[in-house]
């Protein structure tokens, strides 16, 4: 089935289909995190998990990237 073909599919599908299709395409772009790069989150999400206010709400995130990148 080509691309085309695909696209073209796409409205005929269920909600969930489109779901199930959505994610199994991002798992392919996915690249697996070594072992260093799970533990650097592991520990950050536990520190995040013991203290809440640590942490930027996305907002601020938004906020702090922008000004620093001008954009």
Known sequence: ?????V??????LTFEQRQVLIRRALELDDSPLDQA??????SRLMVLRED???G????EMKTRLRSHYGK
Do not use: C
């Open 1 to 5: 089935m080509s691309f085309t073909e």
């Open 56 to 59: 930027l709400s996305l907002e």
């Open 37 to 42: 790069e799970e533990a650097l989150v592991e």
């Open 52 to 54: 809440p206010k640590s």
């Open 7 to 12: 696209l073209q599919e796409l409205p005929t």
